[in-house]
């Protein structure tokens, strides 16, 4: 069976500073891998994801995530926080691999940025 | 970009009580989705349908029950609310052509309070 699990329930940074959020899969099958971002108020938004090909995948809002098979990870990497990336990230893979599946999310990762 | 929308926003109720969550979307996606999310937990699929007079279970049992009669509208009911059923209940839908999903789009969510 396919799972995620999110390192971290909460993360916080400086503005300007990286962002690493950590996302680790569990597939018996290759995997469709997937970033969403959650504004408050707001619905999920897709940031990212990763079906064949390139390992690593850029998103919207300068976000990109590489997967590494051997890890078994799909970590969310941002160069340099802004104020306005505060939100709740959620990493999620398909149930059933490949493209047909339902989406299994993980618990979400809240991301904070200090000015 | 999301055209997809939920009724209503906050909902407090008593328990025994009938109740109807809304969600509508107007991009003509075929597949749609509710999700539960309670604070620091997965996102957990109950409900999806592949279009008109499709209605699937998904990986947690609930005791909600949906309908989808057209396309674009994909109700969600609970027959007597009881507080354990307290959540946010989230919509979503994606272009399923065939054997491929598209991205989720989210509405923003029913917040449910069962006093």
């Known amino acids: 069976a396919q799972s995620v699990t999110q390192l971290g329930s909460h993360v916080s940074v400086s503005e300007g500073a990286l962002v690493l959020l950590r996302c680790n899969y569990s597939?018996?099958?290759?995997?469709?891998l997937f970033w969403y971002v959650q504004y408050p108020n707001q619905g999920l938004q897709l940031l990212l994801k990763?079906?064949?090909?390139?390992?690593l995948v850029k998103g919207i809002n300068g976000f990109e995530a590489e997967f590494k098979k051997s890890e078994t990870s799909f970590h969310l990497t941002k160069p340099s926080a802004h104020m306005s990336d505060a939100a709740e990230y959620f990493c999620?893979?398909?149930?059933?691999?490949?493209?047909?599946?339902?989406?299994?999310f993980g618990k979400g990762t809240k991301l904070s940025v200090k000015p | 970009e999301a055209d997809i929308y939920q009724t209503p926003r906050y909902l407090v109720i008593g328990t025994g009580k009938k109740i109807t969550l809304e969600c509508s979307q107007t991009?003509?996606?075929?597949?749609m989705y509710w999700y539960q999310q309670d604070p620091g937990m997965e996102l957990h699929l109950i409900h999806y349908?592949?279009?008109?007079?499709?209605?699937e279970k998904g990986d947690l049992s609930s005791e909600s029950t949906v309908s989808r009669i057209r396309t674009e509208h994909f109700p969600l009911t609970l027959e007597s609310a009881r507080p354990s059923h307290t959540s946010q209940y989230l919509c979503?839908?994606?272009?399923?052509?065939?054997?491929?999903?598209?991205?989720?789009?989210f509405g923003s969510g029913t917040q449910l309070s069962v006093l």
């Open positions: 349908s592949y279009g008109v007079n499709s209605t």
């Open positions: 990763y079906t064949t090909g390139a390992t």
């Open positions: 991009m003509g996606h075929d597949k």
């Open positions: 999620a893979v398909s149930d059933h691999g490949g493209s047909q599946g339902n989406l299994i």
């Open positions: 597939s018996s099958v290759p995997p469709y």
């Open positions: 979503a839908s994606s272009a399923y052509r065939g054997q491929v999903n598209e991205k989720l789009f």
